[in-house]
């Protein structure tokens, strides 16, 4: 057999085998890699590319080395996950920069990191004064966790007491101009209801790039050209608005009429049509 021919034969071997050792050792991200996966990561392709290359050596030696280097991170995962004693020493501990505000000098300097690299890593964290982060960890996996003071931290929907909706996700209908059927369907629409939409907004279909539509039916448009804009539904705020409408003019014409009974139906329906618009609030907000 010519050499280039066994070169190619044993380096397509080797990248099958590999792939299926890869799916056995699992999906971990690369910054997710502990200690030993990253040696055995290195080892594996070391081993790999000796056995595509070395013509004269017999092939099941390699495959022995590589299966003994893939199985034993997967032993060790198993290990892991039965003694924590184990998973500390494999896979290390979280390590506490800052506490307080205050850096933990000793901790900067077992974990090798000066003052620059913590506030590099503060900044990707949008923490930019050491004295707003209540704790900063260094997580096994070398990831900075940071935890912003409670007057700090941002002001969310639930601190203000306001309810919102589910968040979902929107669904992609329209992709380099092309119509995403099943997409539609799973929402419940179809083509036509899709040309309706992009004729109101005035686009041609084969113009737009991107196409989502949120929950509440309301569909948005992405154009190749960036500088053309796409005007945004209003149906929902056009809906509150006419809804708040209805509750003022009610509320008036409780104020104005000289009946009692009258007086005392518009304000009952007033109360009513404002519970009503408190639940779908969020809905028509958002």
């Not at 119509?179 to 040309?195: F, K, T, V, Y």
Request: glycine share 6%; aromatic share 8%.
């Amino acid at each position: 057999m010519p050499d280039w021919l066994n070169i190619a034969l044993r380096s397509l071997g080797a990248l099958v085998y590999l792939f299926f050792l890869t799916k056995l050792i699992g999906k971990r991200q690369i910054r997710q890699l502990t200690y030993i996966e990253y040696i055995v990561g290195i080892s594996i392709g070391s081993i790999a590319a000796f056995m595509a290359t070395e013509a004269d050596g017999p092939v099941y030696h390699s495959l022995i080395a590589l299966s003994i280097f893939a199985l034993f991170p997967v032993l060790m995962e198993w290990l892991s996950l039965k003694s924590k004693v184990i998973r500390d020493f494999v896979e290390g501990k979280a390590t506490i920069l800052i506490k307080d505000g205050k850096i933990l000098e000793d901790n900067l300097k077992q974990e090798r990191l000066s003052a620059e690299d913590l506030m590099e890593h503060l900044r990707i964290k949008n923490a930019f004064k050491v004295a707003d982060v209540e704790f900063a960890l260094m997580e096994p996996s070398g990831e900075i966790s940071v935890l912003l003071k409670a007057e700090n931290q941002p002001v969310t929907p639930k601190h203000l007491g306001l309810p919102v909706s589910p968040a979902e996700e929107p669904q992609t209908v329209i992709i380099d101009g092309n119509i995403m059927d099943e997409s539609l369907a799973n929402l419940g629409l179809n083509r036509n209801w899709m040309r309706a939409e992009l004729e109101k907004a005035g686009v041609a279909l084969e113009n737009v790039f991107l196409g989502q539509v949120d929950k509440g039916g309301q569909l948005y448009l992405d154009l190749y050209d960036d500088k053309i804009q796409v005007a945004q539904p209003q149906e929902f705020p056009l809906t509150y608005a006419t809804l708040k409408k209805c509750q003022a003019d009610l509320e008036l014409f409780a104020l104005s009429t000289k009946s009692k009974r009258m007086k005392e139906t518009y304000q009952a329906d007033s109360e009513k049509l404002k519970r009503v618009m408190e639940q779908v609030a969020p809905l028509l907000t958002r």
